[in-house]
């Protein structure tokens, strides 16, 4: 096993060359035969490990099984100890989701602290196997089906080649001590029931069930690679990026014989869960949206746009002062007096200095808004109205922010000025204010 896993390292991960390792060692027969095997290979290393507190003295007996291991064969070795239960109660998480986000978090707080390079883990055939097993239970999409990536980030599992067969027979015939963990010999987690009920039965069916999945899988990784690579092409003729939006061209996505297929690919990663209400989506009325955590989708006319939910607050309002030249936040807004009138632009307006009270407002707009248009002779209109004629979709509109002057509006930034500003033949002082 030793000469395939250099085998292995030197053809997936030659990069390693040189770099400092960490590795993390629970005690259990994987990663201590995955310490034992790198031990042999020129790298630098160090171990990590984490006493997660949920078994009581059998979890101070790993730490100390790591340490005294570590010590006698002068590795280095960093160990930290988490309440994991009372971190899973305040933030309402399982155990097992409490401890992997203690774990990942420590980890890559130590690889910056401390100047490591990467975080080798244990992960084998048969967890490959399981993982697999338990995704396909919940349901899935092909990603889903490819199993356990060999690296994540900064993340690397170099066993995943490996058996859980092989790992054992390699301890026994290098003497390599391990600790067992009481809890996988209980059936109260899923992966548990898996491993003891479920794969029995599949390789008595098949002596040679974990090869015949292996190859599987990659088949599926090879599919997947092709989804992705089509999901890239088609996305280029059917989406526009706007700054942090996403337009979606649903005319041109209509085309598409298996366009769920692909809105499936390219919205996943954004937290989406309500795909029936997305798919429903593209033959809806306008106005219509979709909510994850932190995105939506709207649909507005023949697009779909993919936006970041904003944080901000609709009653927030900053005053610009009469000394102030440069505006940075919310947006950004250049002030000065000028001599006349150059510009012709949405972005530009040019106002009688002498009408206009400070402290100006900028404020993000209300339903009840009205303003007096300039050019329009004194008529007033709704903001609204003016986002209706301008055909702006919810979100657009969610991003537009009045300029005030003692609570009359100077200008809806970017789209109109107010008449009751404009520079006439009286005007002696003209203030020009741009949008950068």
């Known amino acids: 096993m030793l000469l395939n896993f250099k085998n292995h390292i030197?053809?997936?991960?030659?990069?390693?060359?040189?770099?400092?390792?960490?590795?993390?060692?629970?005690?259990?027969?994987?990663?201590?035969?995955?310490?034992?095997?790198?031990?042999?290979?020129?790298?630098?290393?160090?171990?990590?490990?984490?006493?997660?507190?949920?078994?009581?003295?059998?979890?101070?007996?790993?730490?100390?099984?790591?340490?005294?291991?570590?010590?006698?064969?002068?590795?280095?070795?960093?160990?930290?100890?988490?309440?994991?239960?009372?971190?899973?109660?305040?933030?309402?998480?399982?155990?097992?989701?409490?401890?992997?986000?203690?774990?990942?978090?420590?980890?890559y707080e130590l690889l910056k602290t401390k100047n490591f390079d990467y975080?080798?883990?244990?992960?084998?055939?048969?967890?490959?196997?399981?993982?697999?097993?338990?995704?396909?239970?919940?349901?899935?999409?092909?990603?889903?089906?490819?199993?356990?990536?060999?690296?994540?980030?900064?993340?690397?599992?170099?066993?995943?080649?490996?058996?859980?067969?092989?790992?054992?027979?390699?301890?026994?015939?290098?003497?390599?001590?391990?600790?067992?963990?009481?809890?996988?010999?209980?059936?109260?987690?899923?992966?548990?029931k898996i491993r003891h009920d479920l794969i029995p039965i599949l390789k008595e069916i098949n002596p040679n069930f974990l090869n015949v999945f292996q190859k599987t899988q990659s088949y599926l990784q090879e599919s997947q690679e092709m989804?992705?690579?089509a999901s890239i092409m088609i996305y280029q003729q059917v989406a526009k990026e706007m700054g942090d939006d996403i337009h979606f061209d649903l005319i041109q996505l209509k085309k598409?014989?298996?366009?769920?297929?692909?809105?499936?690919?390219?919205?996943?990663?954004?937290?989406?869960?309500?795909w029936n209400d997305i798919y429903d989506l593209v033959e809806s009325q306008s106005g219509k949206?979709?909510?994850?955590?932190?995105f939506r989708l709207l649909k507005n006319r023949e697009t779909l746009i993919l936006s970041p939910i904003s944080d901000s607050n609709e009653d927030e309002q900053y005053e610009i002062h009469e000394s102030d030249t440069d505006v940075n936040f919310p947006l950004n807004l250049k002030l000065c007096q000028v001599d006349d009138i150059t510009i012709d632009s949405n972005r530009v307006i040019f106002v009688d200095a002498e009408k206009i009270q400070f402290p100006l407002v900028l404020r993000k707009w209300n339903e009840g808004d009205v303003f007096l248009p300039f050019g329009m002779n004194g008529k007033s209109k709704k903001v609204s109205k003016l986002f209706k004629d301008e055909k702006l979709s919810l979100i657009e509109k969610e991003k537009i922010w009045i300029l005030c002057s003692d609570n009359q509006i100077v200008w809806v930034v970017g789209m109109r000025q107010d008449e009751r500003f404009k520079i006439e033949n009286t005007t002696n002082k003209i203030l020009k204010i741009e949008l950068q």
Not at 30 to 45: A, T
Not at 151 to 170: A, G, H, M, T, V
Request: aromatic share 12%; hydrophobic share 40%; glycine share 4%.
């Open 10 to 107: 030197s053809s997936r991960f030659s990069f390693l060359e040189n770099k400092k390792i960490f590795l993390a060692v629970s005690g259990g027969l994987d990663s201590m035969v995955l310490l034992h095997l790198l031990n042999q290979l020129p790298y630098e290393i160090a171990v990590l490990h984490c006493n997660f507190q949920l078994r009581g003295l059998e979890s101070f007996g790993d730490q100390d099984f790591i340490q005294n291991y570590c010590d006698q064969n002068n590795i280095p070795v960093f160990i930290t100890q988490f309440d994991t239960e009372a971190f899973a109660k305040d933030y309402k998480l399982s155990t097992q989701v409490a401890a992997r986000e203690l774990r990942y978090s420590w980890f």
């Open 119 to 192: 975080i080798l883990t244990a992960h084998h055939a048969d967890d490959n196997l399981e993982t697999f097993i338990i995704n396909l239970t919940r349901g899935t999409g092909i990603e889903g089906l490819t199993g356990i990536p060999e690296q994540n980030d900064k993340i690397i599992r170099p066993l995943l080649p490996f058996s859980r067969e092989e790992i054992l027979k390699y301890a026994q015939e290098n003497n390599i001590e391990w600790r067992e963990d009481s809890s996988n010999a209980s059936n109260k987690y899923l992966r548990n």
């Open 227 to 229: 989804v992705e690579d």
């Open 256 to 274: 598409l014989p298996n366009y769920k297929s692909y809105l499936y690919q390219w919205l996943n990663e954004f937290g989406f869960s309500a």
């Open 289 to 294: 949206q979709v909510l994850s955590d932190d």
